[in-house]
């Protein structure tokens, strides 16, 4: 227990002090093997390349690039004009087509931030050119976005399942419906919360005109069919599934909508390696940080701690949910489940609950983080697209927070939203 003192007493010390996320993990680990005695720190590095040497996660950096490579060949462009045909003329049009835009582009991206910057870039300007509220509009938006790491292909759901030993593609699936419920939700909201300020629709599009608005959107939109499709089917794994996705974004992007120019791929394999390589940096601190963790038996004490106070499970859910919501506010998601998910996966699996349908509530709660202050990522970022102050946006979430924590506790309680499609 001395050992577990110094290794949560660093780790504060090294979060106060501004350090990353990963060298907070990795140090703080090494500050509590120190205190050990007779321990070989060759543990150390063996630890943090077997974090890594997962097959699975060689997915990350593939999911990541093809992502990067959506993101910046015309596909946001054509998926928002689909949506504006398909429901731009109802009240509050382009509230809708945001929510709706956001989940399309999440289906094919996987990333929140990058969701709220592409759909946040291209319909502010057009809502605040028809009289929206640029508070409104970017807290829609932000609010949206967050369905980036629900819907599949989902890069937090994929370190969720590697690391608690569930599948990924059926967290894939399951990550379906309560995405679209998340969605559906934003929309509704959005739409009473428009007439309520006069938002009327735009003009009425032709079955023509639809028409086309789908024929160009129809590429991007396979994409997530074609991924879930061929991992559901048994046709390639989920690892195998990142590689197809990049291929496909590649020959979308460059060949067929030609928005895409090979000078811009040396930007794009720089961003993506960056960002994959500090999430795999922080995947083997943090299991460097489990050894110690499971050596004291933190693990085992936090299930008993849990059993203390409740046998029940309903409410040992509740208290997971206020914890996610608290964490999801001041740590990205990926981090968050990193660290939690070894600790609290034991705890579910003794009250009986399904680690898929577990790792769904999850990454729902850590969805709302991202949008969530003080530190919600994808608020900074809809702050600097629109142009705006941090707190006008967070007072015009307020609404959508209480639709989005109803849901969170239909997607917690009902077990079936989460893995119906698994049959």
């Known amino acids: 227990m001395n050992t577990a003192i110094v290794l949560f007493a660093a780790l504060f010390l090294f979060f106060t002090l501004g350090v990353p996320i990963a060298f907070s993990l990795g140090m703080a680990s090494a500050v509590a093997l120190l205190t050990m005695g007779n321990t070989n720190l060759v543990i150390l590095a063996q630890s943090f390349f077997q974090g890594m040497n997962s097959f699975p996660y060689l997915s990350l950096p593939f999911f990541i690039l093809a992502g990067n490579l959506m993101a910046s060949g015309g596909i946001s462009k054509r998926l928002i004009n689909f949506a504006s045909a398909m429901f731009g003329n109802v009240t509050g049009g382009l509230a809708i087509v945001s929510v709706i835009s956001c989940m399309f582009f999440a289906a094919v991206c996987g990333s929140a931030a990058a969701t709220c910057a592409a759909v946040g870039a291209i319909m502010i300007p057009g809502m605040l050119e028809k009289g929206y509220d640029k508070d409104f509009s970017g807290a829609t938006i932000c609010c949206a976005s967050a369905s980036g790491i629900i819907i599949p292909p989902s890069v937090p759901m994929i370190i969720y399942c590697v690391t608690v030993g569930a599948s990924v593609g059926d967290a894939f699936i399951a990550g379906v419906i309560p995405g679209v419920i998340f969605c559906a939700a934003l929309a509704a909201a959005a739409y009473i919360r428009s007439k309520k300020r006069g938002y009327v629709g735009g003009r009425k599009y032709s079955a023509g005109e639809k028409l086309n608005a789908f024929r160009e959107a129809i590429l991007p939109l396979l994409m997530p069919v074609i991924i879930l499709g061929g991992i559901y089917g048994g046709v390639f794994t989920a690892t195998e599934a990142a590689v197809v996705a990049v291929v496909y974004g590649l020959v979308v992007s460059v060949f067929v909508f030609r928005e895409l120019k ?120 809809i702050v600097e697209i629109a142009k705006t102050r941090f707190i006008n946006v967070v007072r015009n979430m307020a609404p959508y927070f209480a639709v989005l924590i109803g849901v969170l506790l239909l997607i917690t309680y009902i077990d079936k939203f989460s893995l119906l499609l698994l049959g």
Do not use: C, W
Request: proline content about 5%; charged content about 10%.
């Open 262 to 381: 090979f000078s811009d791929m040396k930007r794009i394999f720089r961003e993506s390696a960056v960002m994959a390589g500090g999430l795999l940096l922080l995947i083997g601190a943090a299991n460097l940080f489990g050894m110690v963790l499971t050596r004291e038996r933190i693990p085992a004490l936090i299930t008993e701690l849990f059993l203390q106070i409740s046998t029940n499970k309903y409410l040992f859910l509740l208290i997971v949910n206020i914890l996610f919501l608290l964490i999801g506010m001041v740590m990205e998601s990926s981090p968050a489940i990193i660290i939690m998910a070894p600790l609290l996966a034991p705890v579910a699996t003794y009250f009986g609950i399904d680690l898929i349908h577990f790792g769904v509530i999850m990454i729902v709660n850590l969805a709302i983080g991202m949008a969530s202050p003080p530190f919600g990522l994808s608020l900074f970022v």
